[in-house]
C-alpha cells in the first residue's frame, strides 16, 4: 500500500513536471507574444464598452457599486446594468473612481498600443504616445476636478476621479481658486506646445496688429511735430504761394505712385517666396536690404545711380522680423541677377546664328519632375544607439590588453560610427607603431569582436586607430544620404552617395571625377545594394537628358527593375532586345558599338577644339556649334556591369579589350564605367584593367590576397559585412557603412519616373560595322587566302570528333599554340565553326561530311 502511495506520488510529480515544462516551453514559444497581445487588445475593447456604458447609459451603476464591497460585487449578488455586467462595473469604477476620472479612457489606449506592439506591429514613437496618453489623462482628470472642488459640482464626481480631486483640493489650499484656475490654464497651453509643437502664431498676429495700430496713429503727429519744430524747414518755406503749394501737392501724388510702383515689386517678390502682401502689411514685412530696381519715367523720382529709395516702413520693419527677411532678400538677390543677364543678353551681340537665347537641352522633357525622398525609408528612427556603457568597456578592455604587454598609452578617444566604433590611441614616447600592430588579434580576443582593424598611423593624424565592430550596428537610410548637403549642395558632374563614414558624415563624391568605379565582395555582402544606391543617386541629381545608362545583368534578376526606364534613362544598341542586357553577344556588340561612339565624339570635340565634354556642351548650348555638321549635345553615359567574371569567363578577350579601351580614353568624353564581381581573383581583374580603374569600393571578401587584388592593401577581408566596405578613391581607405535602398523603394523611384512623359525612342547608340574583327579591326577574311597546309586536316579532324578546340589541334596535329589559333580562326572564317566562346570550346557548325567537302572544293577553287 505504501508503494501504491509512493508511485501515486512521483507519478502526480512527474505530471506536474511535465505542465510545468509545457507552460515554459510555450511562453518561450515566438508566438506567445502574439497570443498575449491578442487576449490583451480583446481586453482593452472589453473595457471600452464597460466605460462607455458606466459613463452615458447606466450612470446608476455609480453608486451601487460605490457602496457595495468588491467581494460582493463580483460574486453577483449586486443587479448591475453594465454593457459589460459586475466585472465591467468593477474595472470601470476602480478605473475611473480611484484614479483619473473621465481620463480612465487612456488606459485603453495604453492597452491597445501594447497589443499592437506584443503582437509585432511596428509603431514610431511608441514612448512619446504613452507619454502623450498619460499627460492628457492627467489634464482632463485636473479640469473635472477643479469643476468638482471649485465650482462645488459635486454630480461630475466620477468624471474627476481621486487623483485630479486631490490635486485641486492642495492648489485652491495652497494658491486659492484664481491661483489654481491660473495653474491649469498654464497647463492647457503648454500641453499642446510641449507635445504637439502648436507655436499659436495667432497670438502673436493679434500682438503685431495692435502694436502697430498704435504706431500708425502715433506717426502723423510725430511727423508734424517734427516738421514744425525743424528750423530748416523753417528757412526753406518762408514763403507759401498757391504755386508752391500746387507744386507740393503734384510732388505728392508722385510719391504716391512711386510708393505704389514700389508696393507692387514687394508684392511680387512676397507672392514668389510664397507670402502675400497681406501678410507683410500685417506682420512688420520683411526688408529689402538692397535697393529695388525700377524703370520710374520720371527723372525727379530716380537716384543718380538709377535706383529707387527703400521704403520707409520697409526700413522700420528691419529691426522687427528675423525670419522672413532672410527670404526676401535671398529672392531680391535672383531677381536682380535674372535682371542683369536678361539685360545684358539684350546689349551684347548674339554669339551665333543671331539667336539670343541658349539651347535648353531639357526642352524635350522640360516637365520632368525629379523624385522625391518621399518615396524612400527612414531608418534613422529604428536604429539603436551604442551605449556608453560598451564604449567604456571596449576601451578599458583596449588599454588593459596593451599594458598585458607594456605598451602604455597617454589618451584614447572614441568616435561611434553606424557599424564600427573608432578607437583612437596616441602611445607613450618610446612605443613602436609595429609592436601595436602584431596585437591585432589579441585585441579581438579579449573584445570578443571579429572586423577587428588596426589602422597605424591614422593618414593626416598623430594617432593610431583601432575600428571595433559595434554590437548592435545601424542601418544607413538611403533617404538620409539624398537629403543631406554634401549632396544637395555639392556642384558635381556626376555626384553620388555611398554611405556614411564612422563620424558619421555622409561619403559624396563625383563619378566624372573617378573616372571609372570597381566593385568587388562575396555573395550577399552589399554589392548590389552598393550598385542601387549609386544609381538612385544619379537618378535623384542628374536629367534624362543629361544621362543615359547602360545595364548589363548577366544574373537577369538584379538590375531588371530599371527596365521601365526605358524611354527615360536607357540607352542601347539598335534592333536590341532588351534595354537591360542580359546575353554575352550582346555585351560584346554593345562595348564595341560604345568604342565606336567614343571614337566619333573624340572627332566631334577635335572640330570644336574642346578637351573635354563639359567644354564641349557649353560651347554647343551657346549655339557656337552647327547641327548640321554633325554637331549635338552629349548626354554623359553610364556604364553598369554585374558579376564581371561571368563574362570574362564566357567571352575572354572580347570582353576585356573593349573594356581596357572605353576605361583608358573614354573619360573626356563622358562615357564612364562601373564594374561588379564576386571574384576578385587575378584572372578576372587583370592588371590592365586595375590600371584603368584607379577608384576601387571592396565589401567583404574572403582572404587576403581577394582584399590585396581589389585594393592593393589589405583590410576587406576583416570587414564585418551587411554593406560594411572600404573605398579607395586616389587617397588612404576609407570605411563606410553603404546606404541601405530596398527593392521596394527602387521600384517605387522607378514607377514614378516610368509613369512621366518620356522621349519617343530610347537613346540609340551607333551601329557596329560588321566588316571589322572583334580585335584588331582587320577584314576578316581566309588569312588573305593563304590557308595553312594543316587547313584541310584539322577541318576533317573537328567535323568527325565534333569538338572545336584549340588545344585538340594541338595536340593531333602537332602545332605550336600560336599556328593552332590561326588555323581556327581560318576553319570560323571559312564557316565551320563558331566564334570564340572563352574557356568553352567553339561550335562546330558542319555535322555532315559531303557539305564539308563541298565547302573545302569550293576553297581549293579561289586558291
Known amino acids: 500500500m505504501a508503494k501504491k502511495t509512493k508511485k501515486r506520488k512521483k507519478d502526480t510529480l512527474k505530471q506536474d513536471e511535465n505542465v510545468f515544462t509545457m507552460v515554459k516551453n510555450g511562453i518561450k514559444s515566438p508566438q506567445f507574444p502574439i497570443v498575449a497581445g491578442v487576449f490583451l487588445f480583446l481586453f482593452a475593447i472589453f473595457c471600452i464598452i464597460s466605460l462607455i456604458s458606466f459613463f452615458y447609459v447606466n450612470i446608476t451603476d455609480y453608486d451601487t457599486v460605490k457602496n457595495v464591497s468588491a467581494y460582493n460585487l463580483l460574486s453577483g449578488k449586486q443587479d448591475i446594468n453594465n454593457w459589460g455586467g459586475n466585472l465591467g462595473a468593477f474595472i470601470s469604477y476602480y478605473l475611473t473612481a480611484h484614479t483619473f476620472g473621465f481620463g480612465a479612457f487612456g488606459f485603453v489606449i495604453i492597452l491597445i498600443l501594447f497589443a499592437l506592439r506584443l503582437c509585432k506591429i511596428e509603431i514610431r514613437l511608441f514612448s512619446k504616445w504613452i507619454v502623450a496618453t498619460l499627460v492628457i489623462m492627467l489634464w482632463i482628470s485636473c479640469i473635472m476636478g477643479f469643476v468638482v472642488v471649485a465650482c462645488k459640482v459635486e454630480s461630475v464626481e466620477n468624471f474627476a476621479g481621486i487623483v485630479g480631486i486631490g490635486i485641486n483640493q492642495g492648489l485652491c489650499a495652497l494658491t486659492g481658486n484664481i491661483g489654481c484656475a491660473i495653474v491649469l490654464l ?70 504716391k505712385r512711386i510708393s505704389n510702383a514700389e508696393k507692387e515689386q514687394v508684392k511680387e517678390l512676397l507672392r514668389r517666396s510664397q507670402l502675400s502682401i497681406s501678410d507683410r502689411e500685417e506682420n512688420s514685412p520683411s526688408p529689402i536690404t538692397k535697393p529695388i530696381k525700377l524703370n520710374p519715367n520720371k527723372e525727379d523720382s530716380v537716384s543718380d545711380t538709377g535706383e529707387m529709395p527703400l521704403i520707409e516702413s520697409d526700413i522700420n520693419s528691419t529691426q522687427k522680423d528675423e525670419v522672413i527677411p532672410f527670404i526676401v532678400k535671398q529672392q531680391t538677390e535672383q531677381n536682380e541677377r535674372d535682371v542683369s543677364e536678361e539685360v545684358s543678353t539684350e546689349e551684347t551681340e548674339p554669339a551665333h546664328y543671331t539667336i539670343g537665347t541658349l539651347f535648353d537641352p531639357h526642352e524635350e522633357l522640360s516637365h520632368y519632375r525629379f523624385p522625391t525622398t518621399d518615396l524612400l525609408v527612414d531608418y534613422d528612427g529604428k536604429n539603436t544607439v551604442t551605449s556608453e556603457r560598451e564604449l567604456v568597456a571596449n576601451k578599458n578592455r583596449i588599454v588593459e590588453t596593451l599594458l598585458n604587454y607594456k605598451i602604455e598609452i597617454s589618451s584614447i578617444e572614441a568616435t561611434v560610427g553606424p557599424t564600427v566604433t573608432l578607437y583612437e590611441i596616441v602611445p607613450a614616447p618610446g612605443i613602436r607603431i609595429s609592436k601595436i600592430k602584431s596585437l591585432e588579434d589579441d585585441i579581438a580576443l579579449s573584445l570578443s569582436a571579429l572586423g577587428i582593424r588596426i589602422i597605424a598611423p591614422i593618414p593626416g593624424k598623430g594617432t593610431i586607430g583601432i575600428e571595433v565592430p559595434n554590437s548592435n550596428p545601424q542601418i544607413v537610410s538611403m533617404k538620409s544620404m539624398l537629403e543631406s548637403p554634401q549632396f544637395t549642395d555639392n556642384k558635381f558632374e556626376l555626384p553620388i552617395v555611398l554611405g556614411r563614414r564612422i563620424d558619421n558624415t555622409p561619403y559624396a563624391c563625383d563619378l566624372a571625377k573617378m573616372p571609372h568605379l570597381l566593385m568587388a565582395g562575396a555573395t550577399g555582402q552589399g554589392k548590389s545594394v552598393g550598385l542601387n544606391a549609386i544609381i538612385s543617386s544619379l537618378h535623384y541629381k542628374k536629367h534624362p537628358c543629361d544621362l543615359k545608362f547602360i545595364f548589363v545583368d548577366p544574373k537577369k534578376v538584379e538590375l531588371s527593375l530599371y527596365s521601365k526606364l526605358e524611354k527615360h534613362y536607357l540607352a542601347k544598341v539598335p534592333n536590341g532586345k532588351d534595354a537591360v542586357i542580359t546575353d554575352t553577344k550582346d555585351v560584346v556588340y554593345t562595348l564595341r558599338s560604345l568604342c565606336q561612339l567614343m571614337d566619333t565624339r573624340y572627332e566631334l570635340l577635335k572640330e570644336a577644339g574642346c578637351k573635354k565634354i563639359t567644354e564641349y556642351n557649353k560651347k554647343f548650348t551657346s549655339r557656337r556649334l552647327n547641327p548640321e555638321r554633325g554637331h549635338a549635345y552629349m548626354p554623359y ?12 569567363m564566357t567571352a575572354g578577350k572580347e570582353i576585356e579589350k573593349p573594356i581596357c579601351r572605353l576605361a583608358q580614353l573614354a573619360r573626356a568624353v563622358g562615357i564612364h564605367l562601373i564594374i561588379a564581381t564576386q571574384r576578385p581573383s587575378v584572372n578576372i581583374i587583370t592588371g590592365t584593367i586595375k590600371a584603368n580603374f584607379p577608384a576601387r569600393a571592396a565589401f567583404k571578401v574572403s582572404s587576403l590576397t581577394d582584399s590585396r587584388t581589389i585594393l592593393d592593401a589589405k583590410g576587406a577581408e576583416q570587414l564585418i559585412g551587411r554593406g560594411d566596405m572600404l573605398v579607395s578613391n586616389g587617397g588612404p581607405l576609407v570605411r563606410l557603412q553603404c546606404a541601405l535602398i530596398d527593392t521596394e523603394e527602387i521600384e517605387k523611384v522607378a514607377d514614378f519616373i516610368a509613369e512621366q512623359q518620356g522621349f519617343r525612342e530610347c537613346f540609340l547608340l551607333p551601329e557596329v560595322k560588321e566588316d571589322t574583327d572583334d580585335d584588331s579591326g582587320e577584314k576578316k577574311s581566309l588569312d588573305d587566302g593563304k590557308l595553312d597546309s594543316k587547313f584541310e586536316e584539322a577541318a576533317r579532324l573537328i567535323v568527325m570528333t565534333q569538338q572545336g578546340s584549340t588545344s585538340m589541334i594541338q595536340r593531333k596535329l602537332a602545332l605550336g599554340y600560336n599556328r593552332a589559333g590561326r588555323v581556327m580562326d581560318q576553319l570560323e572564317s571559312a564557316g565551320i565553326v563558331g566564334p570564340f566562346r572563352g574557356s568553352k570550346a567553339r561550335d562546330v557548325l558542319i555535322t555532315d561530311e559531303n557539305e564539308l567537302n563541298e565547302i573545302l572544293s569550293r576553297i581549293m577553287k579561289k586558291e
Not at 193 to 220: A, D, S
Not at 637 to 648: G, H, K, P, R, S
Request: aromatic share 8%; glycine share 2%; net charge negative.
Open 637 to 648: 553615359i553610364v556604364v553598369v556591369i554585374d558579376e564581371f567574371a561571368d563574362l570574362i
Open 186 to 255: 498654464a497647463f492647457t497651453i503648454t500641453i499642446p506646445m510641449l507635445l504637439f509643437g502648436v507655436k499659436y502664431l495667432w497670438v502673436k498676429q493679434i500682438v503685431l496688429n495692435i502694436t502697430q495700430n498704435t504706431e500708425n496713429t502715433k506717426e502723423p503727429s510725430k511727423q508734424s511735430s517734427k516738421k514744425i519744430n525743424n528750423p530748416k524747414n523753417i528757412e526753406d518755406d518762408t514763403t507759401y504761394s498757391s504755386e508752391t503749394i500746387a507744386d507740393s501737392e503734384k510732388d505728392n501724388n508722385e510719391d
